[in-house]
């Protein structure tokens, strides 16, 4: 079976993660589209791992995943601190690093 | 025991003394303190006896021992050992310091004990002469440097005592400072030297110096040169002598101590020391011996005409270190050292009756305001007086013989030294003037207030206790003078130091009478056993001449004085108006002080000024900090408005760069 499937999904979904990052306002629409785009990346790992006939892409997707379980404990718990300082959910208006 | 380790002892017991008082002055009772530290000192002496009791066993070749307790440093080239040197000199040194400094502890056992800082004062005592100590004992130069530099600290630590008092700080930073000019030339000296030789050990240097030296070579000459630097600093002479009239604001005793016993003989010391490496540097030689004659005279003259009672003896100090500079300078070694013993006695004399009189004038230090202590202070004028004829050298008094054969060596030198010759003797005159002068101005005459009420039998105490160098009112419970005086026909402990000294100050010059008894030249002999110019032949003429003038010139110096102050009390008054010029010279110290505000404080403070205000402000803050913290802001300026903290932004942007780098990759692939 011809790898490029595979990879032309991967590239599809990461393309619509990385669209979603920067078009959607919600941090938490944010944060959903980030996943998408680690899972397109961890899809696209399996794939080359299966192509080459080695673990090491399982590895790094399994990597990939704490990491990801990380990332989503740290970006939920900044939405929780939103909500409770009832600040503005939108990433527009939280923009106090402005230079 | 052996003589080395006698050595070590000497040095121990100070040092243990200063140690034990620093360390327990809180529960030292009453005069404890004094006591250890008097004791600590009395040890050293008699450990210096024994020295040389065990020096005089050995055979006279084998006079010069070292002992090593462990190398400092050895890297390099460089030979430092903790050793020291015995050999005649250095004991007949250790015996005057110690002997000196313990009658000088025991007077102030009870000089100083009304005072606030007791404890203090006998610690920083133990270690000035624990100093002293070290550097006469010195093997190597690196010892002889540490214990060089020691003994500044100690005598700016023992000048600013009273530190409330300004003038007191104020002289013991200026004595510092003088002092470290002289130890900077001490160590340039010693690199000059050491490039050559390649070896610190004084024994080890002597002994190379002929073979590494041609006669007055250039590296000689400036080495020999950089340690008269050394000398003259630490000697107070010209032109590094303006630290010792400040010095009086340390309490009597310590003026004592400077004078008599440390500090000031060091340079002569040196001199001595050295020998060898003088005599391969005639010229640098010469140097020190012109100083010295010029001390001598600048010295007197101004002793002429202060009014302060310690600074008159401070200034006859100056003038009786130029004698002996100049006469180890041009060879008189043995004379010099001589003249170092019998001055050590009756200079200490001298400051300790001097320290009683201040007493009973409740501070008061202005001969001005001092007259007819005659009989309200025997003992004390006794002293003065014995003090005075060893000091204006009349015979059969101590100083006598030794001032008169140094200028009797010097004489038989030749040539130009009968410059020196002649200088010194109208020294000799000047100083049996002044010397007298000071002596007739307090003792005789009128009595004062405060002589009647001394006589009444009290202690005059001042209503408002002052300074006596800038008149300000001070609080005498905390660290200045303490409140009560003492004076010598009250306390056993300064009557018996000073009976001693004025026994030493009388017969001393019998160990050393012309033509007669030679016992210190003798004993020194294996110290200088190499030198050219030591044991030099005396003609009888010239021995009897100086003999006979230096005697009329001593009683022709007090005669004069007593014509002028005592029988004709309006003369002295006439001769400030008619020699108003000369006067007013002297009076003003030959305007050395103001010669140096001038010259070096004044443009060292504008230095100073302009660095903190102008280089400081303008160069380092707006130039430097201000041209640094300017550039980063630029370019944050520039940078920052990339900046827009939208999140999605840099979203965007860090999707473009990535694919950048995608395309850019896939590209060269």
């Not at chain 1, 980030?34 to 696209?44: D, P, R």
């Not at chain 2, 023992?158 to 530190?163: C, E, N, P, T």
């Not at chain 2, 100056?318 to 006695?345: D, E, R």
Request: some cysteine.
């Amino acid at each position: 079976m011809a790898i490029g499937w595979y990879l032309a999904v991967s590239a599809f979904i990461f393309c619509i993660g990385a669209a979603g990052v920067v078009t959607r306002r919600n941090p938490l629409v944010v944060l959903l589209c980030l996943e998408l785009m680690l899972n397109a990346g961890n899809l696209a790992l399996i794939a080359f791992s299966r192509m080459h006939g080695t673990g090491d892409g399982q590895i790094f997707a399994l990597i990939v995943m704490v990491v990801a379980a990380c990332e989503v404990t740290i970006g939920l718990g900044l939405i929780v601190a939103l909500y409770r300082r009832r600040l503005p959910i939108d990433v527009d208006e939280l923009s106090e690093l402005r230079g | 025991m052996s003589a080395t380790t006698y050595g070590w002892l000497v040095l121990a017991f100070p040092l243990a003394g200063t140690v034990v008082i620093s360390l327990l002055y809180r529960r030292l009772p009453g005069r404890t303190a004094g006591w250890i530290g008097t004791a600590a000192i009395g040890l050293s002496f008699l450990a210096s006896v024994g020295a040389l009791l065990a020096l005089l066993d050995h055979p006279h070749e084998e006079r010069q021992l070292v002992s090593s307790l462990y190398d400092y440093a050895s890297t390099a080239g460089v030979d430092g050992q903790l050793s020291i040197l015995i050999d005649p000199l250095s004991v007949f040194m250790m015996l005057v310091v110690s002997g000196v400094s313990a009658l000088i502890h025991l007077y102030s056992v009870s000089y100083l004990a009304s005072d606030r800082g007791y404890s203090r004062f006998f610690a920083y005592l133990n270690f000035f002469v624990f100093s002293m100590l070290l550097l006469v004992e010195a093997g190597n130069f690196l010892m002889l440097i540490v214990g060089w530099a020691f003994v500044g600290a100690a005598s700016y630590l023992l000048i600013s005592f009273w530190y409330r008092r300004t003038t007191a700080t104020g002289a013991g930073i200026k004595a510092f400072v003088i002092n470290v000019i002289g130890d900077v030339g001490l160590v340039l000296g010693t690199y000059f030297i050491f490039k050559h030789v390649g070896t610190l050990d004084f024994l080890a240097t002597f002994e190379r110096v002929p073979d590494e030296f041609s006669t007055n070579q250039g590296d000689l000459v400036a080495g020999c040169v950089l340690l008269l630097v050394g000398a003259f600093a630490k000697s107070a002479q010209i032109p590094l002598h303006t630290w010792l009239p400040d010095a009086m604001e340390g309490p009597t005793p310590v003026s004592a101590l400077i004078h008599a016993a440390t500090m000031v003989t060091a340079g002569v010391y040196l001199i001595a020391r050295m020998h060898p490496l003088f005599e391969q540097a005639p010229a640098a030689a010469d140097v020190g011996a012109v100083v010295g004659c010029l001390t001598l005279i600048v010295a007197a003259t101004i002793g002429l005409a202060a009014t302060d009672l310690k600074r008159v003896i401070a200034y006859s100090t100056m003038s009786q270190i130029g004698y002996m500079i100049m006469g180890v300078s041009a060879g008189a070694y043995a004379a010099g050292l001589f003249h170092l013993m019998t001055h050590a006695f009756f200079k200490a004399l001298l400051f300790m009756a001097a320290g009683s009189l201040i007493g009973a004038m409740a501070g008061v230090q202005s001969l001005d305001r001092m007259s007819g202590f005659r009989r309200a202070m025997p003992f004390t004028f006794g002293c003065f007086v014995i003090g005075g004829l060893a000091l204006a050298g009349v015979p059969p008094f101590s100083g006598f013989f030794s001032k008169d054969e140094i200028l009797l060596l010097v004489g038989e030198r030749g040539g130009w030294h009968w410059i020196l010759y002649v200088v010194g003797y109208i020294g000799a005159f000047l100083t049996a003037v002044y010397t007298f002068r000071m002596i007739f101005r307090a003792f005789l005459g009128e009595p004062v207030d405060e002589a009647r009420e001394l006589e009444q039998g009290h202690v005059h105490h001042a209503d408002v206790p002052r300074n006596p160098a800038n008149d300000e009112e001070e609080d005498t419970d905390v660290g200045f003078p303490g409140p009560e005086h003492h004076i010598a026909e009250r306390a056993g402990e300064m009557r018996g130091a000073m009976a001693v000294l004025a026994v030493g100050a009388v017969v001393a010059g019998v160990l050393q009478v012309p033509g007669t008894t030679h016992v210190i030249e003798s004993f020194l002999e294996p110290t200088f056993a190499e030198s050219r110019l030591f044991e030099a032949e005396t003609s009888t003429g010239l021995t009897v001449l100086g003999l006979v003038l230096g005697t009329v010139l001593g009683l022709g110096g007090i005669a004069v004085a007593y014509r002028l102050w005592v029988q004709r009390p309006d003369a002295p008054a006439r001769i400030r108006e008619r020699l108003s010029a000369p006067y007013r010279l002297f009076a003003n110290k030959w305007y050395f002080d103001e010669l140096y505000d001038a010259a070096i404080v004044r443009p060292g403070a504008a230095l100073g000024r302009f660095a903190q205000e102008t280089f400081e402000r303008v160069f380092v803050d707006r130039a430097l900090i201000g041209g640094a913290t300017g550039i980063v802001r630029a370019g944050s300026s520039a940078v920052r408005s990339a900046q827009t903290g939208f999140l999605r932004y840099y979203a965007a942007l860090l999707l473009l760069g990535l694919t950048g780098l995608a395309l850019y990759f896939l590209l060269v692939s």
